[in-house]
């Protein structure tokens, strides 16, 4: 690879991912050039994936730099030391059990000729081993993850992350960005749905973006990756995953609009409905009433606004089911303080 800076750095947080790793090591090195830095991180991997990763490398030389983690940090702690490692003007996280469709890079060579550009944005299409008419039904073969105009650079802040809250795509593979527009965004090590917790952020400092209505990335759905499997622990990782998301719009350069916060809010409902459906499937009353409070901090608008928006677009049946949790979780929030204690009594 040359000395000279890379115009894209490409980077694969890995782990356990053997059976998926060298399509999708191929598939970026069929359309890397010289100036693309493809980056491999191995977070301590327990399937052989390590070994994989150094046979790919003695198989293509100078072509693959590969890290590897002393201890498992998990993907957020991954996807840090990876942007710490990345020296490429543009960064673009692919995961390691995707793949780049034929064609992606040399649409994004082009889209990076126009000037000014902070963000790219691309399609995507699912990925299963075995598709039934009703994924066929739902385009799964092309999922679009933006409303703004195609091929149109698009320097409106509130437009950029009210298509991103609206299609409810808040992941990283779809979106390449400037490395600047990454200076003090690290992901929160520990917790899942960290791309969830930085993307508001990361959008919101898109002076341009630009949104390619192409499929640049083949989407695995496979029954062991985080998203498959849930639990309690993932479940408060996605309600707290934007704690602090009104105050975040509220601080842009200008402000987010209404629409932008109407969409925002129309996200964090979605999310605190399937946190609220986990929680009383396991009759955990604690959750139910603690997600509820955590919706208050999450929501960049009121809950009546966000009623009123859906009864306008004819979103009656979404707007039942919604103010159907917040009774549940206000039940469940008086439950709890007529169970305690009063002050005073042993």
């Known amino acids: 690879m040359s000395a000279a800076r890379p115009w894209l750095s490409i980077l694969l947080p890995i782990y356990n991912v053997r059976p998926y790793l060298e399509a999708c090591v191929d598939s970026l090195l069929a359309q890397a050039d010289d100036g693309v830095e493809l980056l491999l991180l191995d977070d301590c991997s327990t399937d052989g994936t390590d070994e994989l990763m150094r046979e790919l490398a003695q198989r293509h030389p100078g072509r693959l730099t590969l890290l590897f983690h002393p201890q498992n940090g998990g993907v957020s702690a991954a996807r840090n030391t990876l942007l710490d490692a990345a020296r490429g003007e543009w960064l673009w996280f692919v995961d390691p059990d995707d793949f780049l469709e034929p064609g992606a890079m040399d649409s994004l060579r082009q889209a990076l000729q126009l000037p000014d550009l902070d963000l790219v944005l691309c399609d995507f299409r699912d990925v299963r081993a075995r598709p039934k008419l009703k994924h066929r039904l739902r385009n799964e073969h092309h999922k679009r993850t933006h ?49 969830v917790a930085v993307l508001p952020a990361l959008l ?143």
């Not at 320097?155 to 409810?168: A, N, T, V, Y």
């Not at 795509?169 to 990454?182: M, N, P, S």
């Open 147 to 195: 409303i703004m105009a195609p091929r149109q650079p698009c320097r409106d802040s509130s437009l950029i992350l009210e298509g991103m809250f609206r299609q409810g795509h808040l992941h990283l593979w779809t979106k390449v960005a400037r490395r600047e527009l990454w200076d003090g965004l690290r992901f929160p090590v520990g917790h899942c749905f960290e791309d």
């Open 204 to 346: 919101q400092r898109a002076r341009c973006a630009y949104y390619i209505p192409e499929v640049w990335i083949g989407y695995r759905k496979r029954p062991g990756s985080i998203l498959a499997t849930g639990n309690a622990a993932k479940t408060d990782d996605m309600v707290c995953s934007l704690d602090g998301l009104p105050e975040l719009l509220a601080a842009g350069q200008p402000p987010a609009n209404e629409r932008a916060r109407l969409a925002a809010g129309f996200f964090v409902a979605k999310m605190f409905i399937a946190a609220m459906r986990f929680a009383q499937d396991h009759q955990d009353l604690p959750r139910l009433a603690r997600y509820t409070t955590q919706l208050q901090r999450n929501l960049p608008c009121s809950i009546e606004q966000l009623l009123a928006d859906w009864r306008r677009r004819g979103w009656w049946w979404r707007a039942i089911r919604f103010t159907h949790w917040i009774r549940v979780g206000r039940r469940a929030q008086a439950e709890l303080a007529s169970a305690k204690p009063s002050a005073g009594t042993s």
